[in-house]
Every structure is written in C-alpha cells, then in structure tokens.
C-alpha cells in the first residue's frame, strides 16, 4: 500500500467523521435527546411543584442527575449500535479495504463520535439555564463533554473488542457505574468497622485500590454541587480535562491495539 | 475468527497503550485520590421519594442507606459520632426501617453503635428513637429494647428510664420472647428500690404458672425469699 500525505489522510479522517456524525443525524439522534431534555424538563417542574422549600435547588439536582444520566446512555448506545451497523453491513471491511491505515478508521470514527458527544453535552447544558446561573450550567457542560468523550472512546472500544451490542454495553455501563462509585468504595473498605486484620479484607481492598488506579476518577466530573451551591470554579475543570486527556490515550491506545489486531 | 499476532500492531499503538496506562496509573496514585473530608449528615428525604427511587424494591435500597450511613462513622477519615446531627441519624435509620420493617440492621446500629457515645443527651436520643420503634413492632424488636433498658441503666445510670423499657417489654410481648426480657422489669424495681412492687410481681409471675423450667424456678424462688428478707429487714430493721 502506497504511503498516504498528511493532507489525504486528514481528509480521510474527516470524511469518516463526517458521515460518522451524519449517520447520528439520520437516527434522529437529535430528537431523541430534544425529547429526553423535555421529559427531564417536564419531571424537575413537577418536582418542584412537590417541594416545599428549597424548590429551585431540587430541580437542578434531578435536572442535572437525569440529564447526565441520559446523555451517558444515549451517548454510548449511539456508538454501539452505529458500529454495529457498519459491521453488518460490511462497511467496516470496505473502509479498511481502501489505501488508509486503520489508526485513520479509527481516528475518523472516534472524531464523528466524540463530535456527537460534544452536540449532546451541549444541548443537554442548555436547560440547566432555566435553574442555574449560566457560567455553572457552562462550567457543567464542559465536564460532561470530558465524561462523554471518554464514554464514546470507551464504547467504541468495547464494541471493536466484543464486536456484539449487549456485551460491548453491559461493559461500558459497568465501568462507567464503578468508575463514578470508586472512590466510595475505596472509602467504605477503609471504615473502623471493617476488620482490616482479616487477609480476605486485605485482599479485597488491593483489588479495590489497583482497579482505583486504573478507573478514571468520574465522581469528580459533572458534579451537582455546581447547580445546587454553585460552587463550581473554572480551575475545578483543570482536572477534569487533565483525567480526561489522559484516560482518552489510554482509551485510544487500547482501541488502536485491538483494531490493528483483528482479522477482516 | 482467530486474531493477529501482537507484532502486527505497529510499535507507536503500543507505545501509546503503555504510555496511556503509565500516565493513567502516575495520575491516580499522586495525589492519592481517597480523600475522605468531614462532612455533616444531610436530613433525610421523605420515605415515599426513597420508596419511589427503589423502584418496587425498597429492600437492597434500605441495606444500601444503612451502609452509607455507617461511612459517616467514627473513624480518623470522618467525623466523629458525637459531632453528627442525631435528628438526622434516627432520620435516616427511620428511613431505612420504614423501607424495610424486618430488618434488624438500623436498630443494631442505633443501639451498638450510635447510642455508645459519651454524650448523654444523644444517647437518650437514641435510646426513644429504640422505644418507638419497638412499640411498633414488640416481637420483632424486643431485643433492641432491652439492649437499650441495659444502656439506660449502666451507662446512662437512669434506672427509671430502664425501668420504663423493661416495663414495656414486659407489657407488649408474649410468651416467644424469652422469659428473662419480660422479666427485667422485676429486678430493676428491686434495684430502684421498689421492693415491694417487685417481690409482688415475682410471687403473681411464680404463681402464674407460665415458668417450668425446673432450675428457672428454683432460681426465682430464691430472688423471690431475698426480696422478701429484703422487704421484712426494711420493714423491722431490728430483725
């Protein structure tokens, strides 16, 4: 195979993307989340009306727990299902038939998708502005585009690993619920109540501690105590971007390793 | 479909996956990232919306509160029993228990763990919270009752708070509850002094009939002849 110019393989990757991000389009991905956001909406209104006090805060915490809950799902079934997709209809071989690396398949595919990533984070920060002051409802959609960028990369991952719908999701849904919830469980095996002495709790916590070190730690994004305390500082996202940089070459890495792995 | 082999990925993917895990693993561990910072016990929700949240299944929902309640605990990492809103713990245990009415777990807790601390007032706190909750359900929950009758008596040194448990074991339980709960209140009376009301309700109790157990008996009998002797030196000391 002939080598490839940057500049036709940079338009390679972008015509993936592209029809990566029109392909989101054509499955009405955007009426889904649109109808997602008015359900939200429509559920924190009639919470609110439920409360008596402390109202405008209870509609940010559900508001915002039920968007982030709902962009991570759509997110990561939009990858699955499309990849699906392209390996059924045997998409996946034509492309890698063409004169382009895998690594610019990937790239392109990784780009469409984290683009769709950063259209929902967008459009699911944009009713937060109805309870929350708008630099912390910006301050909110920045960390749930880093959450979503990884949940994209990791999805696409899992479904170039499983190749099949339910495992490839059963995984990201699993990492991502053990990758919010570490951190406390880290925290619960460390309590006074816990017989430290025991080996079987000694070993269970260095299982605990070495699955930590490779989990991003997401209980630091997207936090609710922005849109209920409105504590959230532009220098809380520096973490959250650095995590998010790092985990998403370890994701990409990884991705690429399986790729250039697979037979056609 | 067997894969290729690992030398057909080029050596930058792989250097990228060992960097990614290298930064990934350097990222975790510095700074450590388990920082547990004090915080105050928020007030709980209403039961209905955890009862809602659970889905038709308030049961592992009401275990899960427990174990989340416990992490607020005394540990060097967290703050101290002493220093939580007690309002807000029976709150919650309340919570858990209307969740899940057979469990054992928020009462244990509130007697073992959260009526242990050196604070009188949060101890008598939790011992009501106890009693309440007895009265709610005596057969199920009587042994927390005396657990709290014991705590009133040595620890909190009241003996008519201990008094009153006892009595309301004695008064709401049946025959499944061991004989030694229902007769608790006996002896704390002789303990408080009340010598004639106890060696009364000891005799009517050996006369009721409700006790065979030989060696039971005989160890009553004897209470029953010191309460006695107790009741006549008292009433002519110069016997």
Same mark, same amino acid.
């Given at each position: ?15 993936? #993307?592209?029809?990566? +991000? ?7 991905? &955007?009426? *889904? $989340? =649109?109808?997602?956001?008015? @359900? /939200? ?73 984290? #683009?769709?990533?950063? +259209? ?7 009713? &937060?502005? *109805? $309870? =929350?002051?708008?630099?912390? @409802? /910006? ?126 | ?239």
């Amino acid at each position: 195979m002939s080598r490839l110019s940057a500049p036709m393989y940079f338009d390679q990757v972008r015509a993936i #993307a592209r029809y990566t +991000l029109l392909e989101a389009r054509r499955n009405h991905l &955007l009426w *889904l $989340v =649109v109808l997602t956001i008015l @359900a /939200a909406v429509g559920l924190a209104g009639f919470l609110g009306q439920v409360a008596i006090t402390e109202v405008q805060q209870i509609q940010a915490a559900f508001l915002g727990a039920l968007l982030r809950w709902a962009a991570v799902f759509i997110v990561s079934l939009a990858v699955i299902t499309g990849m699906v997709r392209e390996f059924n209809d045997k998409g996946f071989e034509l492309v890698l038939s063409l004169p382009l690396p895998r690594a610019g398949y990937f790239f392109g595919k990784l780009a469409g998708y984290a #683009a769709v990533a950063m +259209l929902v984070a967008v459009c699911m920060s944009v009713p &937060l502005l *109805l $309870v =929350v002051p708008p630099d912390q @409802a /910006a301050l909110w959609g920045v960390s749930l585009a880093c959450e979503l960028l990884l949940v994209c990369a990791l999805s696409l991952l899992c479904m170039l690993t499983l190749n099949q719908t339910l495992p490839a999701f059963a995984v990201v849904a699993a990492f991502y619920l053990l990758a919010r919830s570490i951190s406390s469980i880290q925290l619960m095996g460390q309590g006074p109540l816990v017989d430290t002495a025991s080996w079987s709790q000694q070993a269970v916590q260095f299982i605990v501690d070495a699955v930590a070190l490779i989990l991003p730690n997401l209980e630091r994004f997207t936090a609710t105590d922005w849109l209920v305390y409105h504590s959230g500082l532009p220098m809380s996202l520096l973490p959250i971007a650095g995590q998010s940089l790092i985990y998403l070459v370890l994701l990409t890495g990884a991705g690429l390793f399986d790729l250039y792995r697979k037979n056609l | 479909m067997r894969e290729r082999s690992i030398k057909a990925v080029p050596i930058p993917v792989q250097l990228i996956v060992a960097l990614g895990l290298a930064l990934q693993i350097a990222w975790s561990a510095w700074p450590p990232r388990v920082t547990a910072t004090a915080e105050a016990l928020p007030a709980p929700l209403n039961v209905e919306l955890w009862r809602v949240a659970s889905l038709g299944d308030p049961i592992p929902l009401s275990r899960a509160l427990m174990l989340w309640l416990q992490c607020f605990d005394n540990g060097a990492v967290t703050i101290p029993f002493r220093s939580l809103d007690y309002a807000h713990v029976t709150g919650w245990l309340d919570t858990a228990l209307a969740l899940d009415k057979n469990s054992q777990y928020p009462l244990l807790t509130a007697t073992r763990l959260y009526a242990e601390v050196s604070d009188a007032a949060r101890q008598r706190q939790m011992l009501d919270f106890v009693y309440r909750k007895f009265l709610e359900a005596p057969t199920l929950r009587w042994r927390w009752l005396a657990q709290a009758a014991v705590i009133a008596k040595h620890s909190l040194n009241d003996l008519p708070l201990a008094l009153k448990f006892a009595q309301a074991l004695a008064d709401n339980t049946n025959n499944t509850v061991p004989a030694w709960a229902r007769q608790m209140h006996i002896f704390l009376r002789e303990d408080l002094g009340e010598v004639d009301s106890a060696s009364i309700l000891l005799g009517g109790l050996l006369e009721s009939g409700t006790i065979t157990d030989a060696n039971e008996l005989r160890f009553l009998s004897e209470r029953l002849k010191r309460l006695q002797q107790r009741r006549n030196h008292e009433l002519d000391p110069a016997k």
